[in-house]
């Protein structure tokens, strides 16, 4: 089998055996019919599948796009028997208990095989991934007859699931949607309301791909007169399916939620993006409008609840991020390996008389090439960290180390989603580069990588939605404890890196930068002005997820050191790469963020 273009195997291997120790998770209960064969045999079925049956239809599910014929969407043909596969491998329960139908898979295995369906295909396998998603919502905050009825058949593969929470006129401000869930009775799935507003930006939204489609959906309860409480905490969840279940659970009678259009985006655009309305009385389940929704978790708590599957889509996409940057610094790499172009140089000049040489023999090539591997290989360890945090926090023997875990898992969230996604794009812009004039035309995959990641900047909350949540939430949350534990985890590693004298310099300019980080983020917030404070969230977000990317290289070098053989020399090339020309980068945000500078703050409306 040739070398896959998709990921590679050896730093998949490397990253999770050599350097996170996966196979010490086996020694948990859970995990305990698990090893390193079974592992390998997961991920060896998902590079398989990925590439046989997701990675054909990439650029052709681009070109033929969803279409609305008044009533039903209609998706590219290839769509469903890859997505049937994935469901029959059992792949959509993976994590979950055997009793589930799953195979209580590590999330850091399943994460690192889930890599593969990003990497051939994100615009398709993000319909499972919404699916899988909004089944463990459900199994975390549904009743037993909710989880039977909704997200055992989104398991199962016979379902698919969204999650709707924007709305045309409230976009990232959750707290002006203004969808309004009525009481309707009491049912065996729980309280049933009627629903009416409009959603917009649902990827998954309606599809020919299964029998039904269950939304989780946003949504606010009048008070007693009849008034929507302003703000968040007057926001409750509600399960929306597409067909109301019948006494046998099969879809039955249609709900009264349509389509009213479909988005057409630059990227992703396998994956349907609808505008929803809900109780506009097209159809009249029961002889009445209003879309039909059961109360997920207590009223008025729908925002809680949900975030269980946004965090769990923001890693998503910070993962998706990786893995097409990953693929396209593959895709370039094997380019410049084959594609002939130019003569030697030397003294005297180009020698016309010399055969051309490969791009990948010019310095300034194999610089983009290096750039990219630091982006893609370090925001790839990144997101695996993440996902071995979620083992840790469910499986660890102590409360301590399971706290800590969560800690660690909330502050890096926001960077495992933005920094991929600014960073690994930055990757996918330098493979279109590297393939010169052919990169820009469809012929090549790299230019749908570009236009697929930069989608990845505004999905799940953009990076200023990020920047306000680590810098006016998560660095100070539980005053400061997730920024100590991750300030310990990363001290811990520069004094490791210490012990290797290649490593001195990299493991000092480390520490030196947190010292700077940790002085930053107490000045910032000693000022007493939190709008002059969060002015420059975004600047902070940048020069924390670097700070926070050296780190994770500095562990794999440290891991690399003394080791002989190509892959480790690569990897400690590309630690120098991020270590010379990268980290320097946060200098400069971190003067800035010093100063206090205030221009964004004193502009107006007029003077532009």
């Known amino acids: 089998m040739s070398e896959s273009l998709l990921l590679s195997r050896r730093d998949l291997a490397f990253q999770l055996y050599d350097w996170l120790d996966a196979q010490s998770l086996v020694r948990a209960p859970r995990y305990a019919e698990h090893s390193r064969e079974t592992f390998d045999a997961v991920i060896d079925a998902c590079e398989r599948m990925a590439t046989d049956l997701f990675a054909p239809h990439y650029q052709a599910a681009d070109r033929d796009e969803p279409r609305f014929d008044g009533t039903q969407v209609h998706v590219h043909p290839a769509i469903a028997p890859a997505l049937r596969a994935f469901a029959q491998s059992g792949l959509a329960a993976a994590s979950q208990d055997t009793g589930r139908g799953g195979m209580q898979l590590p999330t850091l295995i399943e994460k690192a095989a889930m890599t593969y369906f990003y990497a051939a295909n994100v615009s398709t396998i993000a319909y499972a991934l919404l699916t899988m998603a909004n089944a463990r919502l459900l199994l975390a905050h549904g009743t037993p007859a909710q989880i039977e009825a909704f997200a055992q058949p989104q398991l199962d593969g016979r379902w698919f699931g969204t999650m709707c929470l924007s709305e045309p006129q409230a976009g990232s401000s959750l707290s002006d949607i203004a969808t309004r869930a009525e009481f309707d009775a009491d049912t065996a799935l729980g309280a049933q309301y009627r629903l009416h507003g409009r959603k917009m930006w649902i990827s998954g939204g309606d599809h020919d791909l299964a029998g039904n489609i269950v939304h989780l959906v946003l949504a606010k309860i009048p008070d007693a007169d009849g008034r929507l409480v302003p703000g968040t905490k007057g926001i409750s969840l509600f399960a929306v399916p597409k067909f109301l279940p019948d006494a046998d659970g099969a879809p039955g ?55 269980h599957m946004m965090n769990e889509a923001r890693i998503g996409v910070g993962l998706g991020a990786v893995a097409l940057g990953y693929t396209g610094y593959l895709h370039a790499l094997d380019y410049a390996r084959h594609r002939p172009q130019g003569r030697p140089v030397g003294a005297a000049g180009k020698d016309a008389a010399q055969p051309q040489v490969p791009l ?152 030196a930068r947190l010292a700077r980080l940790q002085d930053l983020t107490r000045r910032l917030w000693a000022a007493g002005d939190t709008a002059r404070t969060l002015a420059d969230a975004s600047v902070y977000l940048e020069a924390f997820g670097h700070v926070v ?43 800035l963020l010093s100063a206090f500078e205030s221009s964004p703050l004193r502009m107006r409306d007029a003077w532009f």
């Open 253 to 307: 009678m249609r709900n009264d939620v349509v389509v009213a259009g479909i988005n057409h985006k630059m990227g992703y655009r396998g994956t349907v993006n609808c505008l929803l309305n809900f109780g506009e009385g097209v159809h009249r389940p029961h002889g009445r409008a209003g879309a039909i929704g059961y109360l997920v978790g207590a009223p008025g708590v729908g925002l809680a609840c949900m975030f």
């Open 360 to 511: 990948i023999d010019h310095a300034d090539v194999r610089r983009m090439l290096l750039a990219q591997k630091a982006y893609v290989e370090g925001g790839l360890g990144l997101n695996l960290y993440c996902a071995k945090l979620v083992d840790e926090a469910r499986v660890a023997d102590d409360a301590d180390t399971r706290r800590t875990a969560t800690q660690l898992l909330d502050i890096l969230t926001p960077i495992a989603k933005s920094w991929p996604s600014q960073w690994c794009l930055a990757a996918n812009d330098l493979a279109i580069q590297v393939h010169g004039g052919y990169g820009y035309t469809r012929d090549y995959k790299v230019e749908q990588f570009w236009r697929d990641n930069r989608l990845n900047a505004i999905h799940e909350g953009t990076h200023g939605i990020q920047a306000l949540d680590l810098l006016g939430r998560k660095v100070t949350m539980e005053g400061g404890a997730a920024f100590a534990a991750l300030s310990s985890r990363i001290d811990a590693a520069v004094s490791r890196a210490r012990s290797h004298a290649a490593l001195a310099d990299h493991a000092g300019a480390l520490g």
């Open 549 to 591: 990317v050296a780190w994770i290289w500095l562990e794999q070098a440290t891991v690399a050191q003394g080791r002989r053989g190509e892959l480790f020399d690569g990897k400690r090339a590309a630690a120098d790469f991020f270590f010379t020309r990268e980290l320097p980068r946060v200098d400069a945000m971190f003067d």
